[in-house]
């Protein structure tokens, strides 16, 4: 049977439509599992892990500031309260029961929330604009990503520095519970961490889905991401998941 990866989903857009965008089912079809987009249905996320054999949580919309502890500050684009409390329900089911779990930009900071960290609600009032993390109407820049060389993130995508695509305004202020900076932009902006005791917790900054089907460190991710699941489902219990040959373990 197939290796399932649930993948997160946004809306109702205006339409009426839940929508995912086509890279994360892409990369993780590439990578051999079988994508299942998941509803954002807040009473009933947590039956979605019976399903599955691990999860993404894509990128979107900024969190409701007040999900952190903080009153709504502009610049902000579009809240959706429901959408927030569905994910923070999957990304704490996913904790506990130590379900593979890659969390992109967006979900990244919607596992730090979870866990009690804390968000820049605007990168330019805090780092400046040295460093560009995002382009005219949320269209997406490249920068360099620079990893931590003891970093589990490091041993599975094989490099130390390489050059990522981002669009987002806000970043990790302060880390959740368990998790561990791993990577960082050049301005210091937290681009990447991983969870101390999880198997597979990895949140990335940055949007591989975006170039994944060209560079091979991008879809490295989804490749592991899989291959976590797959050791997941073998033995339908918490515990070390397989990697590929090569990867390091913690």
């Known amino acids: 049977m197939s290796t399932i990866i649930g993948i997160s989903t946004f809306g109702p857009t205006p339409r009426g439509r839940y929508e995912c965008p086509k890279g994360y089912p892409a990369a993780i079809h590439r990578a051999g599992g079988l994508p ?81 960290g804390g968000i820049h609600s605007h990168l330019p009032d805090v780092y400046g604009q040295d460093v560009a993390h995002v382009g005219d109407e949320w269209a997406v820049l490249p920068h360099e990503i620079r990893l931590a060389p003891d970093s589990r993130l490091h041993g599975w995508l094989g490099t130390s520095q390489f050059s990522s695509l981002s669009g987002h305004h806000q970043a ?46 991008q879809q490295r991710l989804f490749d592991c991401l899989v291959a976590a699941a797959l050791g997941y489902k073998r033995t339908a219990a918490p515990g070390s998941p397989s990697l590929p040959s090569g990867s390091a373990k913690a």
């Open 36 to 116: 299942l987009p998941l509803l954002p249905l807040p009473v009933r996320m947590a039956e979605y892990l019976e399903l599955i054999d691990g999860l993404i949580l894509i990128g979107g919309e900024d969190i409701d500031p007040t999900a952190y502890g903080e009153a709504p500050r502009m610049p902000l684009s579009h809240l959706n309260p429901h959408r927030d409390r569905a994910e923070m329900t999957l990304a704490r089911a996913a904790v506990a029961r130590n379900i593979p779990l890659l969390a992109i930009c967006r979900g990244m900071q919607i596992v730090n929330v979870t866990l009690g």
């Open 172 to 217: 990790i202020s302060t880390l959740g519970r368990g998790l561990r900076a791993n990577a960082w932009a050049p301005d210091g902006v937290i681009e990447a961490f991983e969870h101390e005791t999880h198997p597979f917790l990895v949140g990335v900054q940055w949007h591989p889905e975006l170039n994944a089907d060209k560079d091979p460190v």
